[in-house]
């Protein structure tokens, strides 16, 4: 009874606790739970700011950025010029011109979809487009236009109920009085960059969007396609009575932020801005399911963990109470457990282990065995349960075995070799390993048994392979030493140890270098040791003819032979092998032989190189014919010293000197200088002189041969150049390079610096304009830079293609003189057009594009460099072929620029701190023009008084 209440109190007790602990744990997450939605909902909106202040930063940089493109193309001088001009004569061709501009702009602005040019009542007079067939009114935009004497930007609006979005800005053309001869309307395609920035962003957010919208009315639009909503762009109206919604909560009381219902009757959290001086409304957006979804997360698994713990506190008590009670039974188990394992892994092993595993009793019956035993020694299980251990024994060896089991339990187990047999009578060489156990108190042999066979094969042959080895070793008559891979001695024959004067006991282990050291007989230089060059190459190598080696005692032996490699059967590199032999007996026998004219003749008559001999004075005796050939001389002009006036005058001195000193000193020589043979051909050859030494060890002359080097002297030279043109191209290119840095870098900083300063508040008008005209004037140097690059460009890969049509020289010249005339009149200079070609004859077939661009770098380079006088340009016919010419009194080119002025990457002055602006390309790319329409260019300059640039094409009247 006891008993039993204090379990029913316990368990109570229990209930109790958990119920609490339950309560508690739902009030701490509800409160976690509104915390942490708090938390991310400020970071939300804090992220949500940041991004829609930038969004809107981009709305108005496009907005900018497409009124200041269109207001520079209007600006264009040459454009308006054009179009003023073609208001007033309504000229055809005039019109094709500015049609042709159009397109071009077309491609190159690409968020330009149509261009129209309306009279200031808003009549269409040209359109161009290459996106769309309609066209919205334009005529409000165009008179909004003219009224405020600016640039009007239109809103948003679609051609077509299904078709892309478009917006437009009216550009007023003024005359030269400063009056509004036409306007330039552009429909701007806002996909391009609007809405695709729009919808970029580096956030991974499957809800987060950014959209543009208006009032309409009593509506709110959007301007752009919400996610989910294709092609809802300008078609998607809210009613302002949905006050749910937050873009409508926006337009009624004000950019900020909102939480409501989204487009899709999800709940949402928004930050909306104004775009300043726009109807626009950008809105950023994030639905609160995934803006909530980490706190969510959290929380589920913070409860999965607090259930966890619960239900494991709960098991573990629930343990404790039910330990005393199971735990005698669980031992017990656990001890069963153990012992089936243990036996369940031995007759596992024993089964299937490669080795043989028998077990004896103390009578040395065998009482198990595995299956490789039964495989080994060719009995069954039971056959080897009737015999004894001794049996499996080779007869020889069983006597050993029985002793060797009837001390192994005083040895504490051994592991020895032995030769068992098998039931056919067949022997096999056993490794045996055994151990005596103890079994329920019962004493029994365990043995493992290794058949050993093959490996004492291998040991035998390898035995025998090794006496093979030092049978050739010791008998060969060469002095062999091997090393092992790390250069480290192994064997040494008799003949080495003679040689060396170490012990092959003495060597055995040491470094090679330390027990053969090699120096070069002729400069006395320790040599590395071949043994090194062959582990390090992998293949055979000799030893040079002049070779010493220092013996163990410090005498010198001249050597000579190889070294090889040792390699295994599978190609392995496993030693080294170096043989040599005393060399000292064979240089006796060639003295001898060196001392024979006869041999020597034979030797120097069919010399590849030329040989010469001479008495100890210097006296030449002998010539071979390979000298003479080399030389040019007869044998008998070069006797005495008769050879020197083979030498080339400028070598004489320094090589009679020369000669002199080494027979004056009894040297050694090499020196190099030139022939110069009677037909006038000059010959490099390298000389190389030693004393002729007799058996007596005396001086009786000098040796010496000459080898024609002027192949390889030559390349040298060509190498040398070829390496200092490559020098100088590396230095022309990096000035180049840093050229288009400072080209590139000035107007861009211009046009930022000048655009910053338009935002300044209270700037006057005439400021203004003025900073403008600058901005304007950057921007063209800025593009003129770019297309000279893209030109050069196409010119360096080849890609230069002619379209040939007809040209109209007089309107080529009349045009480049009204264009130039501006800027000549800045300068004060004289433009003039002097001799030109008229009537039928100037209308020519010619490539027009590439004609204008090589007058205008002409033209544009005499106005650079000329500061006062006058500019001449014309054209001609002269001997069949059109000629042009271009000339002013400017600064001049020196005369040793002329040569270099058309080369790429080549400018007069190439630094940074030359005083005029420009990429420095204009005249490669004239050049290049001017030869692929089958042209040629000259110039001739003069400093201080100018420059003449003429050209010729071939002349092809236009039939």
């Not at 698994?301 to 735990?327: E, H, K, P």
Request: aromatic letters at 8%; one cysteine or more; a neutral charge.
């Amino acid at each position: 009874m006891k008993t039993e209440n204090w379990n029913y109190k316990s368990n109570m007790g229990f209930i109790i606790v958990f119920a609490l602990a339950i309560i508690i744990l739902t009030i701490a997450g509800m409160f976690f739970k509104k915390n942490q939605e708090k938390l991310w909902k400020n970071q939300a909106i804090q992220e949500l700011n940041n991004l829609s202040d930038f969004k809107v930063q981009q709305v108005k940089l496009w907005k900018t950025d497409i009124i200041t493109d269109s207001k520079e193309i209007a600006g264009s001088p040459l454009l308006s010029s054009t179009v003023l001009s073609w208001l007033k004569n309504k000229d055809p061709k005039k019109k094709e011109l500015i049609e042709g501009k159009f397109l071009s702009i077309l491609k190159y602005k690409r968020d330009h979809s149509a261009m129209t040019l309306t009279d200031t009542s808003g009549n269409k007079l040209i359109y161009i487009s290459d996106k769309s067939s309609a066209r919205h009114p334009i005529k409000n935009l165009v008179s909004r236009a003219v009224k405020n004497q600016k640039e009007v930007i239109g809103d948003f609006y679609k051609e077509s109920p299904n078709g892309a979005a478009f917006i437009d800005i009216a550009i007023p053309v003024f005359n030269p009085n400063k009056q509004i001869g036409a306007v330039l309307v552009f429909q701007i395609d806002p996909q391009i960059n609007l809405f695709s920035s729009l919808n970029s962003s580096t956030n991974p957010s499957s809800s987060k969007e950014f959209f543009l919208f208006e009032r309409k009315g009593d509506s709110v639009l959007f301007i752009n396609n919400p996610k989910r909503r294709v092609d809802s762009q300008l078609t998607f109206y809210i009613p302002l009575s949905d006050t749910t919604i937050p873009a409508v909560k926006s337009v009624l009381h004000g950019p900020g932020t909102y939480e409501g219902t989204g487009l899709h009757n999800q709940k949402v959290l928004e930050v909306i801005n104004h775009v300043k001086n726009s109807p626009w409304y950008l809105e950023a957006k994030i639905d609160q399911t995934e803006l909530f979804a980490p706190v969510n997360a959290k929380l589920k698994i913070l409860s999965w963990l607090l259930i966890g713990g619960l239900l494991f506190l709960f098991v573990v008590l629930f343990l404790i109470i039910q330990y005393m009670r199971r735990n005698f039974y669980k031992e017990i188990l656990e001890e069963e457990r153990k012992k089936n394992a243990l036996k369940s892994h031995y007759e596992y092993v024993v089964k299937y282990a490669n080795d043989i595993i028998l077990l004896e009793d103390e009578n040395l019956h065998i009482v198990e065995a595995n299956q490789r035993a039964v495989e080994t020694y060719q009995y069954t299980l039971d056959e080897l349960r009737e015999i004894d251990i001794i049996q499996l024994i080779a007869p020889e060896e069983r006597e050993k075995g029985r002793k060797r089991l009837t001390e192994v339990e005083a040895t504490d187990g051994y592991l020895v070799e032995s030769v068992h047999q098998r039931k056919d009578g067949t022997l096999f060489d056993a490794e045996i390993s055994a151990r005596v156990i103890y079994v329920d108190g019962k004493k029994y042999f365990h043995q493992v048994i290794r058949d050993i066979t093959d490996r004492k094969r291998a040991e035998r042959a390898l035995i025998e392979s090794e006496e093979r080895f030092r049978t050739t070793l010791y008998s060969t008559g060469d002095a062999i030493i091997t090393t092992d891979t790390h250069g480290k001695v192994r064997y040494l024959n008799k003949v080495a140890e003679n040689l060396i004067g170490w012990t092959e006991n003495e060597a055995e282990g040491k470094p090679i270098n330390e027990i053969f050291r090699i120096y070069s007989e002729d400069t006395g230089q320790e040599l590395e040791s071949p043994v090194e060059k062959v582990l390090r190459d992998g293949k055979i190598i000799f030893l040079s003819n002049h070779t010493n080696l220092v013996t163990r005692d410090g005498k010198e032996i001249p050597i000579g032979d190889s070294g090889a490699p040792i390699k295994d059967t599978n190609g392995n590199i496993t030693g080294a092998v170096l043989v040599f032999r005393d060399l000292r007996k064979e240089r006796e026998v060639r003295r001898a032989l060196e001392e024979s004219e006869l041999h020597y003749r034979s030797l120097t008559d069919n010399a590849p190189v030329g040989i010469f001999r001479t008495r100890p004075d210097g006296y030449t005796t002998f010539v071979n014919p390979a000298w003479c050939q080399i030389s040019g001389m007869k044998p008998e002009q070069a006797l005495g010293d008769g050879w020197l006036a083979a030498i080339h005058p400028e070598d004489l001195e320094a090589v009679a000197n020369g000669w002199k000193d080494t027979t004056e000193n009894k040297k050694v020589s090499d020196r190099e200088y030139r022939f110069l043979k009677p037909d006038g051909k000059v010959v490099y050859v390298l000389e190389h002189t030693v004393p002729a030494i007799n058996s007596d060890g005396e001086i009786n002359g000098f040796v010496g041969t000459i080898t024609d080097i002027t192949e390889r002297k030559e390349k040298n030279i060509a190498l040398k150049a070829a390496l200092e043109k490559a020098q100088e191209s590396d230095r022309l290119k990096t000035a180049f390079l840093m050229n288009m840095s400072h080209e590139i870098r000035t107007p861009m900083n211009g046009i930022l610096g000048f655009i910053g300063l338009l935002n300044e508040p209270n700037l006057e008008e005439e400021k203004k304009a003025e900073f403008i005209r600058i901005i304007n004037k950057s921007g063209e140097r800025l593009l003129n830079t770019i297309n000279d690059i893209i030109e050069i460009s196409k010119i360096e890969i080849g890609d230069i293609s002619l379209k040939y049509e007809t040209v109209n020289l007089s309107e080529i010249m009349q045009f480049y003189f009204k264009f130039f005339s501006v800027q000549a009149k800045e300068k004060r200079l004289d433009l003039v057009v002097s001799k030109q070609i008229e009537g039928e004859a100037a209308l020519i077939k010619t490539d027009r594009h590439k004609l204008d661009s090589i007058l205008t770098n002409l033209l544009r380079n005499a106005m650079k460099f000329t500061n006062e006088g006058k500019i001449e340009f014309g054209n001609f016919r002269e001997n069949g072929n059109l000629c042009f010419y271009v000339k002013d009194t400017g600064k001049g080119i020196p005369k040793e620029k002329l040569d270099k002025v058309f080369e790429r990457f080549i400018q007069v002055d190439d630094g940074l701190s030359r005083g005029y602006e420009g990429s420095g390309l204009g005249l490669s790319i004239v050049k290049a023009y001017v030869e692929a329409l089958d042209g040629h260019i000259e110039v001739d300059s003069e400093v201080g008084k100018g420059t003449v640039f003429t050209f010729t094409i071939p002349y092809k009247q236009s039939v």
